[in-house]
């Protein structure tokens, strides 16, 4: 179990994953910093990602999972122009207002990790993905019978709904249902994406 203010440093700063993951196309890096993944031109570094797996240390999360949800989330926050979805210079004020006054410790400890500008970026990228996430569930995505039935086999829930409505279900499951159609369309974003491995391969890929 992850203390509560590990927690709560987690959620301003590394709780969406890509928020500490990517290096911006055009950002500076260290040329000895190894590249794992390149989303549509943006890197995932390995030193972003042993930062992130450490903070998650003694939980189930494993490094890759960090680095795929990192790629998921990417995609994600890629796509929140073609929904005209901003994120403004009053809004990260005001998050950093809420993260300075309300969690003044994970806030200094945060800025010893990060500059302030590093810290606006991240914070700015939380926004998006959450607008994002919210735009994506309102809009574009349907639970539809089917899903449901791909949900239940994949988590392996069939017996234990067998006979229930599908309203049933969609009430019971609402957040579960709606998390999993979230990331099925973040990986149907890959399709189209320029992604290549470069440190690091994917479970399927690797011959481990």
Same mark, same amino acid.
């Given at each position: 179990?992850?203390?509560?203010?590990?927690?709560?440093?987690?959620?301003?700063?590394?709780?969406?994953?890509?928020?500490?993951?990517?290096?911006?196309?055009?950002?500076?890096?260290?040329?000895?910093?190894?590249?794992?993944?390149?989303?549509?031109?943006?890197?995932?570094?390995?030193?972003?990602?042993?930062?992130?797996?450490? %903070?998650?240390? #003694?939980?189930? *999360? $494993?490094?890759?999972?960090?680095?795929? &949800?990192?790629?998921?989330? =990417?995609?994600?926050? /890629? %796509?929140?122009? #073609?929904?005209? *979805? $901003?994120?403004?210079?009053?809004?990260? &004020?005001?998050?950093?207002? =809420?993260?300075?006054? /309300?969690?003044?410790?994970?806030?200094?400890?945060?800025?010893s990790t990060h500059t302030i500008a590093k810290l606006r970026e991240k914070l700015r990228d939380r926004k998006l993905y959450v607008r994002v996430e919210a735009y994506v569930k309102k809009n574009i995505i349907s639970i539809t019978h089917k899903a449901?039935?791909?949900?239940?086999?994949?988590?392996?829930?069939?017996k234990e709904f067998a006979g229930y409505s599908d309203d049933f279900i969609k009430k019971y499951l609402d957040a579960e249902l709606s998390n999993y159609m979230m990331r099925e369309w973040m990986n149907s974003l890959k399709e189209t994406a320029e992604i290549h491995y470069i440190g690091w391969k994917p479970d399927h890929e690797s011959k481990n």
């Open positions: 179990m992850v203390k509560k203010s590990a927690k709560l440093f987690l959620i301003f700063t590394i709780c969406t994953v890509c928020c500490s993951c990517k290096s911006a196309k055009g950002n500076l890096r260290s040329p000895t910093e190894e590249i794992l993944v390149t989303v549509n031109n943006e890197e995932i570094l390995e030193s972003e990602i042993s930062y992130v797996y450490r %903070q998650y240390e #003694n939980t189930n *999360i $494993t490094f890759d999972k960090i680095v795929e &949800d990192s790629i998921l989330e =990417i995609l994600a926050i /890629q %796509q929140a122009a #073609n929904f005209g *979805i $901003t994120v403004s210079e009053e809004d990260i &004020d005001d998050s950093i207002l =809420i993260f300075q006054n /309300q969690y003044p410790n994970e806030y200094r400890e945060a800025l449901i039935e791909d949900f239940l086999k994949k988590k392996n829930l069939e």
